[in-house]
């Protein structure tokens, strides 16, 4: 079963003891505050999901402090499935990623049979909630910890481009982009696994790097193992990329790059791709890299083909012998590069340089 990304809670008698519109002095318990520090530092999102008044609600959970946990709320007098619904689909999550915590069996009821696929939890059951597996990530990284301000990040993000009325290359400028390209270390390789294993639209060969593979490539010279990573005035867009790369002698060997699918728009893969053709052609190398044609990553293919890559014969193939298993080599005969216009590019040395 898949780990929840996203809890969503209900207000009165879960979250806080007691009825706001009652007239109760409501507080936070412990355990829901534990609760709530507990999930937000293992990278799953929280949400409320309550009948109460909007302005009511929302201004006594900025009073207790909680608030900012929150990337969405639905407070009002929809049935609860409708606002479980809304904020899945908000988030961009699949309902099978989304966990319900109500303190009425009435409710929780409802929801289960509108919405089949989302987790429900009985509020009793909140001081044992942190343990379950559903609620405990096989892997927390430091974009883990940091998920809930890239929500906050992305959410004036996606209002600034709403509110934008010119050419997107003129939003895209407008947002101050950074794209930093550095080699990884050890830090970053829970996070470059997860990306190897988690992105499919723009990954060229859709293969899974275990941590020990990582590592062995770290610690092999002629290996580069880069993570890329983007911010922007709103805020940081996390680790976004990675390239698996094979350096030295007339061609380099590119044998895995993917990239976040929500940096797309931005042009983040053009952007990369271009850097790496630059260093190689000052490196006097071609480039060819793995592509393995999957059910999901044809805009991969797409982004190579549009920087130039071809299946065109060329001496430096011979170096790398057959590829197999389904591999194609795509050719690049490179050439050296200006900067982005759209974003800061900071970048190391040389790709093909010493570390």
């Known amino acids: 079963m898949k780990t929840v990304k996203c809890v969503v809670w209900d207000l009165d008698n879960t979250l806080w003891n007691g009825t706001l519109l009652e007239g109760d002095d409501v507080q936070v318990t412990a355990e829901a505050r534990h609760l709530l ?47 479980v619904r809304q904020i899945a689909e908000e988030l961009r999550f699949a309902e099978s990623t989304i966990a ?29 909630l ?35 009325t010119g050419p997107d290359a003129d939003f895209v400028r407008s947002l101050d982009l950074v794209m930093r390209i550095e080699h990884a270390t050890e830090e ?51 680790a976004v990329g990675v390239v698996l790369m094979e350096v030295g002698g007339p061609a380099w060997h590119l044998k895995l790059l993917a990239t976040s699918c929500r940096v797309v728009a931005f042009g983040a893969g053009a952007v990369l791709l271009r850097w790496l053709d630059d260093q190689a052609a000052r490196a006097g190398a071609h480039i060819l890299a ?4 999957t059910e999901r990553n044809r805009m991969m293919e797409i982004a190579y083909r549009f920087s130039g890559f071809t299946d065109d014969d060329c001496a430096c193939r011979a170096a ?14 490179t050439a050296e590069q200006p900067p982005p216009d759209t974003m800061t590019l900071e970048a190391p040395e040389p790709a093909g340089t010493a570390r």
């Open 37 to 83: 520090e507990l999930l937000d530092s293992r990278g799953i999102l929280q949400a409320v999901a309550s009948k109460n008044d909007h302005d009511h609600a929302w201004a006594k959970l900025e009073q207790l402090g909680v608030a900012d946990y929150f990337v969405a709320a639905r407070i009002g007098w929809s049935v609860k499935s409708e606002s």
């Open 100 to 128: 319900f915590i109500d303190d009425q069996p009435a409710e929780r009821a409802e929801v289960e049979y509108h919405r089949p696929d989302v987790r429900c939890y009985d509020a009793a059951r909140i001081p044992e």
């Open 130 to 164: 942190g343990a379950l597996p559903d609620l405990t990530p096989p892997v927390v990284t430091a974009d883990s910890r940091n998920r809930r301000g890239m929500y906050r990040a992305a959410a004036r993000r996606d209002s600034a481009r709403e509110e934008h």
């Open 188 to 238: 970053h390789l829970l996070r470059v696994e997860e990306l190897t294993l988690r992105t499919s639209q723009m990954n060229a060969t859709g293969v899974h790097y275990s941590l020990e593979a990582l590592r062995a490539l770290l610690d092999d010279p002629a290996h580069r193992v880069l993570v890329v990573s983007m911010a922007d005035r709103f805020g940081p867009h996390g």
């Open 290 to 293: 793995d592509f393995r044609r």
């Open 320 to 333: 790398l012998g057959f590829a197999g298993d389904g591999l194609q080599r795509l050719h690049l005969v």
